[in-house]
């Protein structure tokens, strides 16, 4: 093998619907592969490393944390917990010393945030979010639009991230416990893409808001089950999206320009193909697939990060976490009562 395609060994905490999707990008990526699983539960760990076991042994399973942090044979662990776990396993894993990718959104508020990635530079260890959007084909293309101009200035962007969640109200979607709220489970994203827009309309850097205009709904439960959030930025662009639980949408995102828009016409946060619309022209359409899931991107950055004994991804480093952060503690500020703040 080259050094390249040398065997990377992935420890797993948390095997739940989202593990699953991470586990199946594993085959697209030159040496990942599933090594060790934590799970409080014993049969659904086993069950997890049975599924996704590919030619060789399933991964070894444990309901310790200690025995995988303490396996010489993991390189690298994913977290997918509940948000409201986090930030427990993230701060053991660093003192442990084993690189870290975590599910969006890292923790639930900045100041978490920031203490976490103090941590990981005191301790040397990588430890970055798993904002797989920004790894996407479609991503990659939408820059390079953007960066050429193909919008002209950069007026207003426009997204939704709307479903019909569950009606369980004990399901983590309404869990206050568990961290629950349409806005850090889903709004995140519309929050992802807001920023990476302006980041390749502006060299890289994303201007702060100059305010944001916040309405939302809650559940009985009390966590927001809708926000709709407007964000003005300097030179009069603004971002307006509504995420919900409670409502079916396109769920596309739009950044409009002074010369056209480029839209990611459905399921904008992993999408397959991008649009360039005008108003006299027929559409533009750019597709650009998963190679496998859609998680290989990030997976694969992981890696070659850790590899190189960096503690952040350029493509997705400490301050890009942190900013998300603040400008959700900034809505979540503004939302009915305060809901959902860490006490």
């Known amino acids: 093998m080259t050094e390249h395609q040398e065997s990377f060994r992935w420890g797993v905490i948390g095997p739940g619907g989202i593990a699953n999707r991470f586990a199946g990008a594993l085959a697209g990526v030159p040496g990942a592969r599933l090594a060790a699983v934590f799970a409080r539960d014993a049969a659904k760990g086993q069950a997890y490393a049975e599924q996704w076991r590919g030619d060789g042994a399933p991964a070894r399973v444990t309901t310790v944390l200690a025995e995988l942090l303490a396996d010489g044979d993991v390189d690298a662990v994913y977290i997918a917990t509940p948000h409201s776990h986090h930030g427990e396993y993230i701060r053991a894993a660093l003192l442990a010393g084993k690189p870290v990718l975590c599910e969006k959104p890292l923790v639930t508020s900045l100041e978490e945030g920031q203490a976490l990635i103090t941590l990981a530079r005191e301790r040397g260890v990588f430890l970055m979010e798993a904002v797989w959007t920004r790894f996407l084909p479609a991503y990659e293309l939408a820059g390079r639009l953007l960066r050429e101009g193909a919008i002209g200035e950069l007026r207003a962007m426009a997204s939704t991230f709307c ?103 459905v399921d904008f946060w992993g999408s397959e193909a991008v649009e360039l619309v005008t108003r006299k022209a027929p559409v533009q359409r750019f597709d650009a697939p998963h190679a496998v899931n859609g998680f290989e991107g990030e997976i694969a950055e992981a890696q070659a990060c850790i590899r190189a004994g960096l503690l952040e991804s350029p493509r997705m480093p400490h301050s890009e976490t942190l900013g998300l952060l603040r400008w959700s503690d900034a809505i979540r500020e503004r939302l009915p009562g305060g809901v959902n703040k860490k006490g």
Request: glycine content about 10%.
């Open 163 to 265: 479903f019909t969640g569950p009606a369980d109200l004990t399901h983590r979607c309404w869990n206050p416990a568990l961290a629950g709220g349409a806005l850090w489970d889903i709004g995140i994203y519309n929050l992802v893409v807001t920023r990476w827009v302006l980041q390749q309309m502006n060299g890289g850097e994303c201007p702060e808001p100059e305010c944001i205009d916040v309405a939302a709904t809650l559940a009985p439960t009390g966590v927001d089950a809708s926000v709709t959030a407007t964000f003005h930025f300097p030179g009069g662009v603004t971002s307006q999206f509504r995420c919900g639980f409670d409502a079916s949408s396109m769920n596309a995102f739009e950044a409009m320009g002074a010369k056209a828009a480029l839209r990611f016409p």
